[in-house]
């Protein structure tokens, strides 16, 4: 593949020195540039800059098999029109991209693992929501339907604390920390609330079982002499 580009550098001197054509090889594609021959290795970076957007410090220029310096010139290195020079990106660069990469991806695994967090305590939350509504409304709720609540809860708290993220990825995972936490707390205040009303009522209902008893014994005492007198005068009438 070729591309060929108008392009002039910005070394002194360049607007009154004859052009050159450099054969740029990178990449399996050459760049035919036209270029000033008292320009430094330097400006032909900038210019391979903008046509393989190659940022010059990650840039590698060879010439002869040797890697030029950026404020060696061309001439002076004896580079004359239509001489073939070789591109190659810094393999620090490479690593850095690869490392930059694999973090995006990283970052797009946290997240989409924070949505999926997100999306079972939004389930919970409605449960939470109910429970304190019923408990609001004074209806009694278990205490193991709250402890059951708030372990599902926990479960997905470990979930996010195993979650490694950065950037807003992070971020998120820590406003759906603090979410979940908020229902535990919830849920921990209604469960004592609940165990309190427990043994506040606990009194009254032996107190009414001992009231019921007590009249109990009173209306069956008191039938069973009845019939017994009334038996023994039937049997003495007839007996005479």
């Known amino acids: 593949m070729l591309v060929q580009k108008r392009l002039v550098g910005s070394s002194p001197g360049c607007a009154n020195a004859p052009l050159i054509n450099?054969?740029?090889s990178h990449n399996s594609v050459y760049h035919h540039i036209p270029i000033p021959?008292?320009?430094t290795f330097g400006d032909l970076k900038k210019i391979l800059a903008r046509e393989t957007n190659l940022e010059a410090k990650d840039q590698r220029l060879l010439f002869k098999g040797k890697e030029k310096g950026d404020d060696e010139r061309l001439d002076m290195a004896g580079v004359k029109d239509m001489s073939k020079?070789?591109?190659m990106e810094d393999p620090a660069s490479k690593e850095r991209k690869l490392f930059d990469k694999s973090k995006t991806h990283d970052n797009v695994k946290a997240h989409d693992a924070v949505l999926n967090v997100r999306t079972e305590v939004d389930k919970l939350s409605h449960k939470v929501a109910s429970i304190e509504t019923s408990f609001r409304n004074g209806i009694k709720i278990a205490v193991k339907e709250i402890e059951v609540l708030t372990e599902l809860l926990m479960k997905e708290l470990l979930k996010l604390d195993g979650i490694e993220a950065e950037g807003e990825a992070k971020?998120?995972?820590r406003i759906e920390v603090r979410r979940v936490q908020g229902f535990v707390d919830i849920l921990d205040n209604l469960k004592s609330q609940t165990s309190t009303n427990h043994i506040k009522v606990?009194?009254?209902v032996?107190?009414?079982k001992w009231e019921t008893f007590d009249s109990?014994?009173?209306s069956l005492d008191a039938p069973n002499h009845t019939q017994t007198s009334t038996k023994i005068t039937k049997d003495w009438e007839q007996f005479d």
């Open 22 to 24: 450099i054969k740029v």
């Open 206 to 208: 032996l107190t009414t």
């Open 202 to 204: 606990a009194p009254t």
């Open 216 to 218: 109990g014994v009173g």
């Open 171 to 173: 971020t998120q995972r």
């Open 37 to 39: 021959s008292v320009s």
């Open 85 to 87: 020079v070789i591109l």
